[in-house]
Nanobody
Framework: QLQLMESGGGLVQPGGSLRLSCAGS????????VGWFRQAPGKEREGVSCISSSGGSTFYATSVQGRFTISRNNAENTVYLQMSSLKPEDTAVYYCAAGCLNTGRGIIPTTNYWGQGTQVTVSS
């Protein structure tokens, strides 16, 4: 069974950067597109980014376009989310999920394979 674990969250000042990692265990990790999602207190979950299984296609929410970059290393079963120019509104728990789809109106998860989440706090 596929298991996912996020790392790399923390406290950062506005304008700063963080890199999140999503490590997958199981030999089917490279079969799945992988997405990053986030949820802030009192808000609905938001699809942030999605990368295809090969890494050749990437998608971003409008709110992070141009600031976040998703990538993956299938040899290491890891997907990354490089976050730059962070804003206080980026504060949330960030989750990775195996299986994602860009509908054109947003990024949605397509399986129930989730990590436990990592907290990102952007504050001065």
């Amino acid at each position: 069974q596929l298991q996912l674990m996020e790392s790399g969250g923390g406290l950062v000042q506005p304008g700063g950067s963080l890199r999140l990692s999503c490590a997958g265990s199981g030999d089917t990790f490279d079969y799945y597109p992988v997405g990053w999602f986030r949820q802030a207190p009192g808000k609905e979950r938001e699809g942030v980014s999605c990368i295809s299984s090969s890494g050749g296609s990437t998608f971003y929410a409008t709110s992070v376009q141009g600031r976040f970059t998703i990538s993956r290393n299938n040899a290491e079963n890891t997907v990354y989310l490089q976050m730059s120019s962070l804003k206080p509104e980026d504060t949330a728990v960030y989750y990775c999920a195996a299986g994602c789809l860009n509908t054109g109106r947003g990024i949605i998860p397509t399986t129930n394979y989730w990590g436990q989440g990592t907290q990102v706090t952007v504050s001065s």
